[in-house]
């Protein structure tokens, strides 16, 4: 990402408060501060106006605010970022600025309307709606990150045995990302073997992998700030019964079903229809108990939400997985989650792994 991307996206902004007669925007929130100067410290805050761009931070991040967003008027404030921002501003003129009422606290604003004579306006999704394209670059990254996955998930699932902790299988992929080239995991990895698979935030645990059971797996890492998500199913050791292949088949029905419905123009809810169409059929449906994926960009969980409750119309350049599961309590679980991106015709599948269950140490 260059400063050219960062000017682009800062302007939009600024043309978007404009449109609602603002004169700028404060902008608190730390993903969307990076993904407006591509500053990757956790305490900095912008104010962007038509005649300056301030970017504040405290004296920790000093020389750091210094060598990523050298192109903005550096406010440093070793007394808070508000008081910094009260006296940055004194002079300035505005009288109606924007800010993110999603992330500022109360507390927060009553400093700022006892700091600074302006109207602060709440504009809800102000960067998050501008944030839900990607460009080709963040579409590359998040790609990088995926590739990544795929990979730890081959090399561990291929030297998974019975006798494992899903802890030690969990650190083995998250060693593999961050040896690849992962700066971080994307969120904690689920590996839930056995009748916690049917868990479907089923975080690693000590329990032992026995021979004869599924495991899902989902992982996903961070490459240049950006997300992967990846889910899998694996049975280890013996064949899988017939009820669990029927099962796996259904849910990955469900997969294909959202897959073509994707486009352009189509709203969210339609998708997540389709998935849920497919399990309701067979009667399965209260079994699939959340929506059918979400966007990933620089929050492994971003708009646009596809579920039940979701009319967004999709937009080319959007990056959602598609994740239908089914959860039968006692027994197992199953999820598979592709990543995809909205393209002018469709959809383009960035995952490459096959969709199949991968049998692991089978006689
Ligand atoms: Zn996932
Ligand atoms: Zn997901």
New binding site residues.
């Given amino acids: 990402m260059t400063p050219i991307h960062y000017l682009r996206r800062r302007n939009r902004v600024l043309s978007t408060v404009a449109d609602s007669g603002l004169d700028g925007a404060l902008l608190t929130r730390p993903v969307n501060v990076r993904y407006l100067t591509g500053f990757t410290g956790t305490n900095g805050w912008l104010l962007v106006t038509a005649e300056e761009v301030f970017f504040l931070t405290d004296p920790r991040y000093q020389q750091q605010a210094f060598a990523q967003v050298s192109d903005l008027s550096i406010v440093i404030a070793p007394r808070g970022l508000a008081k910094g921002f009260a006296e940055a501003v004194i002079n300035s003129g505005m009288e109606r600025v924007a800010f993110e009422p999603h992330h500022v606290t109360v507390i927060l604003r009553e400093q700022l309307e006892a700091m600074v004579d302006v109207e602060w306006v709440p504009f809800p999704m102000l960067v998050e709606t501008q944030r839900c394209c990607k460009e080709a670059e963040e579409i590359e990254a998040i790609r990088a990150a995926l590739l990544v996955s795929e990979a730890a998930f081959q090399e561990v699932a291929n030297g998974l045995a019975p006798g494992q902790t899903e802890i030690e299988v969990a650190s083995d992929l998250e060693l593999y990302c961050r040896r690849h080239g992962a700066e971080s995991m994307a969120f904690e990895t689920i590996v839930a073997s056995g009748s916690r698979s049917a868990l479907p935030h089923g975080v690693a645990s000590t329990r032992c992998i026995e021979a004869g059971e599924p495991i899902m797996i989902?992982l996903?890492c961070k490459i240049d700030g950006y997300c992967s998500?990846l889910?899998r199913m694996i049975w280890c050791g013996g064949m899988p019964s017939r009820h669990w292949l029927e099962v796996h088949d259904i849910v990955n029905a469900a997969r294909a079903a959202a897959l073509e419905t994707i486009g352009p123009g189509i709203a969210a809810i339609e998708v997540d229809a389709a998935a849920r169409e497919v399990i309701q059929d067979v009667g399965f449906g209260p079994a699939f108990v959340h929506g059918t994926?979400?966007g990933?960009g620089l929050e492994?969980?971003e708009s646009p939400k596809v579920s039940s409750r979701s009319n967004q119309p999709l937009e080319v350049g959007m990056v959602l997985?598609i994740?239908p599961g089914l959860y039968l309590e006692g027994e197992f679980g199953i999820r598979i989650?592709d990543l995809v991106c909205v393209t002018e015709d469709g959809c383009e599948c960035l995952t490459t792994l096959e969709t199949e269950p991968m049998l692991r140490g089978t006689a």
Avoid: F, R
Wanted: hydrophobic share 15%; net charge negative.
């Fill in positions: 989902d996903g998500d889910t994926g979400h990933v492994i969980h997985t994740e989650e």
